[in-house]
């Protein structure tokens, strides 16, 4: 009997995140429609709409002409009915945004962190004085009304319970930074690496809304990725997958997977396709570097990708996408 409650309250929780994710992303709609586009019968459909208008989530904003009978309700996501707060800690500034329940921009606040960025505790003080700042701009009081706050920062994030921050960039090493803002912040909280939000951004509302591959690359200080596979975030054992920017590369070795790839790139784009260098092979450089063209070909002295992104954008021959 057990199993069997449980199984029904998981059905109930799939169809209401179906119909709410159907309403958010394809806009106003029909009970009809919305059972044409989830698949759901139209019992299934007019159950969970009327628990969705019931909790406030879901509200009427008009009416259509049907085939036959009384007119058709047209449902909408209640943007009122919550707000979100996403929060950038970057190497430069450290940015707030206050958002409606459709992702509307309601209030937004910026502050440079050039001097304390090296001190989580004084980070966390300052987000959770920008929260109430740009709550109390956007006229929202009430804290049931906030149903998160989601904050991207630098570095590995460990998806343990206080969700350890490691960011040799800004300093931070082992950092409890969840901890510091749950001290701070009565809302539940969100943390996680910036790009990897940015990509799930990408995935969801963004350039990537469709494909189920797609590659998100960062750079600033560092250089980041965030890597989406078969429609999911990859995140790899430790979630460090992506964090390229600080590796160290052997010339020998493992930075011919980078000479490869450039290679083939560079060959893939017309643009760049000139002479080869007809050269005697060289003990100390692999056939497939000294074949490059050669506004490709960079010396084994680079040691991070950062060196070599940096690289790449400096060679004035490479002409722009």
């Given amino acids: 009997m057990a199993t069997t409650n449980l199984s029904s309250r998981d059905l109930r929780r799939t169809n209401r995140a179906t119909i709410l994710r159907t309403l958010y992303f394809g806009g106003e709609m029909s009970r009809v429609d919305l059972s044409q586009q989830t698949r759901l019968s139209t019992a299934t459909v007019a159950n969970v709409v009327a628990e969705l208008l019931n909790e406030g989530s879901v509200i009427e904003v008009g009416s259509e002409e049907s085939l036959g009978g009384r007119p058709r309700a047209i449902l909408a996501i209640n943007p009122r009915y919550g707000y979100l707060v996403g929060v950038d800690v970057g190497e430069q500034h450290l940015g707030l945004e206050l958002f409606d329940l459709t992702l509307a921009k309601v209030a937004t606040v910026q502050y440079p962190i050039l001097t304390h960025l090296a001190h989580p505790e004084r980070i966390a003080t300052q987000i959770a004085e920008g929260i109430a700042t740009v709550l109390t701009t956007a006229g929202v009081s009430q804290q049931e009304s906030v149903l998160g706050i989601g904050v991207g920062v630098p570095g590995v994030v460990e998806m343990t319970t206080e969700s350890v921050?490691?960011?040799?960039?800004?300093?931070?090493?082992?950092?409890?930074?969840?901890?510091?803002?749950?001290?701070?912040?009565?809302?539940?909280?969100?943390?996680?690496?910036?790009?990897?939000?940015?990509?799930?951004?990408?995935?969801?509302?963004?350039?990537?809304?469709?494909?189920?591959?797609?590659?998100?690359?960062?750079?600033?200080?560092?250089?980041?990725?965030?890597?989406?596979?078969?429609?999911?975030?990859?995140?790899?054992?430790?979630?460090?997958?992506?964090?390229?920017?600080?590796?160290?590369?052997?010339?020998?070795?493992?930075?011919?997977?980078?000479?490869?790839?450039?290679?083939?790139?560079?060959?893939?784009?017309?643009?760049?396709?000139?002479?080869?260098?007809?050269?005697?092979?060289?003990?100390?450089?692999?056939?497939?570097?000294?074949?490059?063209?050669?506004?490709?070909?960079?010396?084994?002295?680079?040691?991070?990708?950062?060196?070599?992104?940096?690289?790449?954008?400096?060679?004035?021959?490479?002409?722009?996408?």
């Fill in 165 to 321: 921050v490691h960011a040799p960039s800004v300093g931070w090493n082992a950092v409890p930074f969840r901890r510091f803002l749950e001290e701070q912040i009565p809302y539940r909280i969100f943390l996680d690496n910036g790009v990897k939000a940015m990509t799930q951004a990408e995935l969801l509302i963004g350039s990537g809304r469709g494909f189920r591959h797609i590659v998100v690359v960062l750079m600033g200080t560092g250089v980041g990725a965030g890597i989406v596979i078969n429609g999911a975030l990859y995140r790899g054992a430790s979630n460090s997958a992506g964090e390229w920017g600080h590796t160290a590369w052997k010339p020998m070795s493992v930075l011919r997977v980078f000479w490869i790839g450039f290679a083939r790139e560079c060959r893939r784009i017309q643009h760049w396709s000139v002479p080869m260098r007809k050269k005697p092979l060289s003990p100390w450089r692999p056939p497939y570097v000294q074949a490059m063209p050669t506004p490709c070909r960079f010396w084994k002295k680079q040691r991070t990708i950062s060196e070599l992104v940096s690289r790449i954008s400096s060679t004035s021959s490479i002409p722009s996408a």
